[in-house]
């Protein structure tokens, strides 16, 4: 079983906001969804755009560089279920983020 570790402050990813952090040399995206925090992959699917880096529309987050959408609770990609993010289980302790990876 994964170990959870911190990788941010709550302070640091406000509702409705993303952020990029590295956990075990792996770059992870985190999204604040209306105080709840989910994980996925950083690295979008199509052409490798930072996910971290891009606009986060409620449970949608859009690539920055070529607009593909993924919905952050699943990791699938919005109109294209086959394609999909890996997702990590994330908590809130106190006010770490801490991510199994």
């Known amino acids: 079983m994964a170990e959870f570790i911190k990788v941010a402050a709550i302070t640091e990813l406000p ?7 590295s956990a075990k040399g792996k770059a992870i995206a985190l999204f604040n969804v209306a105080g709840t925090v989910y994980a996925t992959d950083n690295t979008c699917l199509h052409q490798g755009g ?8 409620g449970d949608t987050i859009v690539c920055p560089w070529h607009m593909w959408e ?3 609770r ?3 990609k919005i109109g294209n279920p086959e394609f999909k993010l890996a997702t ?3 908590r ?3 006010t770490d983020i801490e991510l199994a990876v």
């Open 70 to 72: 993924y919905n952050v």
């Open 74 to 76: 699943t990791g699938e």
């Open 88 to 90: 990590y289980p994330v």
């Open 50 to 57: 930072p996910l971290g880096e891009g606009i986060l529309q």
């Open 15 to 21: 509702p409705g906001s993303a952020m990029t952090v």
């Open 92 to 94: 809130v302790a106190g």
